[in-house]
């Protein structure tokens, strides 16, 4: 075993002289034992002695009452010849890694606002898109970013509407324009669906901070 350096020249307390003389001990008990498992009781034993002097909770700050709880180096040797440290020495198994949190689903909302986005543009123009917009807002399953880019799609594409309908009239062809319109009505909430379809299935994370005491 090689002597530890110490960091300091600061003069060893009794406390550090009880320490140093049961390690000794231990090390001279434990000599009969295998290099891996001889090193492997002195490193469990060290650590040990150093957790209970400096615990948050009961504390022992006596080494004398450490090594007294730790027993006669005899009985920890003894113990390690039986091919296992003792049970008090042994470190706690890793903790298992919380579960996955479960992965949210799309409900009942967020398909109603896609199929008013798409569908409902056809069928009932402006008002569907509208709605299906309305209800894609109040759903958690999609970012701001992705809303605002709904919401630009589907509110251009009245606009867009309006200018061309308003074009046709001047030009004094109203079947053309209302052709041009209902293409622009529809165009802007379809393509604002399609965007919006990978969040049915994209995982959702909780916001920052949350679950956190």
């Known amino acids: ?5 110490w960091p300091d020249t600061a003069p060893l307390t009794h406390g550090d002289v009880v320490v140093l003389d049961y390690l000794a001990a231990l090390w001279a008990e434990s000599e009969d034992l295998a290099p891996e498992l001889r090193d492997e009781l002195m490193a469990a034993v060290t650590e040990y002695i150093a957790l209970r002097r400096t615990a948050t909770s009961d504390p022992l700050a006596d080494p004398g009452q450490v090594v007294a709880r730790l027993g006669p180096p005899e009985s920890l040797v003894a113990t390690a010849r039986r091919g296992h440290l ?15 949190p479960a992965r949210d689903s799309a ?5 109603a606002a896609l199929a008013l986005l798409t569908g409902g543009a056809f069928v009932l123009p402006l008002v569907g898109p509208f709605a299906g917009m309305l209800l894609a807002s109040g759903s958690p399953r ?5 809303k605002a880019t709904a919401w630009v799609l589907t509110a251009g594409s009245a606009g ?10 001047l030009a004094h062809n109203p079947g053309l324009a209302f052709v041009l319109a209902f293409l622009a009505v529809v165009a802007g909430p379809l393509v604002a669906g399609v ?13 920052r901070g949350a679950g956190t005491a």
């Open 142 to 146: 999609w970012t701001p970013a992705q």
């Open 107 to 111: 409900g009942p909302a967020e398909y």
């Open 1 to 5: 075993m090689t002597a530890a350096r």
């Open 195 to 207: 965007t919006l379809i990978p969040g049915l299935s994209a995982s959702r994370r909780p916001p």
């Open 86 to 100: 003792p049970h008090h020495l042994r470190r706690p198994a890793p903790a298992e890694p919380p579960p996955a």
């Open 160 to 169: 867009s509407a309006m200018m061309l309908a308003l074009f046709g009239a």
